[in-house]
């Protein structure tokens, strides 16, 4: 689709959701549902979230609503305040939460990554999606369909997405990465502050 590639960090993007509705364990799109969000990382960035600011290895670009990474940084207790600490890959040893979160290499196509534990909870969504295979974790080795896989190639590119209101938005600090098919040609760059302060507090869905 012409414009993709186009994108750039902290662009406005309009896409349809991923996932079904609360469940994120596989993709699927639902045309009828859209989510407004920020773009926060492109294809083949490192994203990590740092005491609860957004941090690309390589770049000094501050990305995402700043006085909402702050909100977020300074809260003392978020469960109190109804805020969902735990975050995508929902994973006992990794451990990520909104304040501490990565490092998380966002597939480029062509990407290849060594398969292990990590890898696949990272990736077993992509993946899955992209082959129309289960991926699955057995004795500690990565099975794809009933094929064991070391390393694996990405085919398509991939962002990391936010909305404004962190404190009260469904994205991929919960769901994971966006795929770039499922984002229409609509870019929304360089709107007055208050219109897109607006824009992304519509709920289309959260």
């Not at 999606?129 to 099975?143: A, S, T």
Request: contains cysteine; proline residues 5%.
């Amino acid at each position: 689709m012409p414009g993709w590639g186009n994108f750039k960090r902290n662009d406005i993007l309009v896409f349809n959701f991923p996932y079904q509705q609360n469940r994120w364990d596989s993709i699927r799109m639902d045309v009828m549902q859209y989510y407004v969000k920020r773009c926060i990382a492109l294809p083949g960035d490192t994203l990590e979230i740092r005491g609860g600011f957004y941090k690309i290895r390589g770049c000094n670009e501050q990305v995402g609503n700043y006085q909402a990474q702050q909100y977020i940084a300074n809260l003392q207790h978020p469960k109190q305040h109804g805020i969902v600490f735990g975050t995508f890959p929902y994973n006992k040893q990794l451990k990520w939460n909104i304040r501490e979160f990565g490092p998380l290499p966002v597939p480029q196509k062509g990407h290849v990554v060594e398969m292990d534990r990590t890898t696949y909870h990272l990736y077993k969504q992509l993946i899955g999606w992209e082959q129309k295979k289960k991926l699955r974790l057995k004795d500690g080795q990565v099975l794809l369909g009933d094929s064991l896989i070391s390393r694996y190639r990405f085919e398509k590119n991939y962002y990391f997405v936010s909305g404004d209101n962190m404190a009260n938005s469904q994205d991929s600090r919960y769901w994971g990465m966006l795929p770039e098919e499922y984002i229409p040609l609509l870019i929304l760059r360089h709107l007055p502050d208050l219109r897109l302060h607006m824009l992304l507090q519509l709920s289309f869905h959260r």
